[in-house]
């Protein structure tokens, strides 16, 4: 299983903020909004991806492992 990661800084609050989406598509939708969102700041976005397998225990760990708060 194939997950991908938008990760942007969020500017008002000084921490890292990350939306988990199933497709690639929808990650690059996701950094589009929020590069047009946050145009004049200039903000790193990336889209990383993750390879998983497919239990519900594994996923879970890993999202809390790759959680930013």
Request: aromatic letters at 14%.
């Amino acid at each position: 299983m194939t997950i991908y990661r938008t990760r942007y800084p969020d500017p008002k609050e000084r921490r890292w903020l990350s939306r988990w989406a199933e497709t690639r598509v929808t990650a690059e939708f996701w950094r589009a909004e929020v590069e047009r969102r946050f145009a004049p700041k200039k903000l790193e976005v990336a889209v990383e991806r993750f390879e998983l397998n497919p239990g519900k225990s594994d996923i879970v760990r890993f999202l809390n492992e790759n959680y930013d708060a």
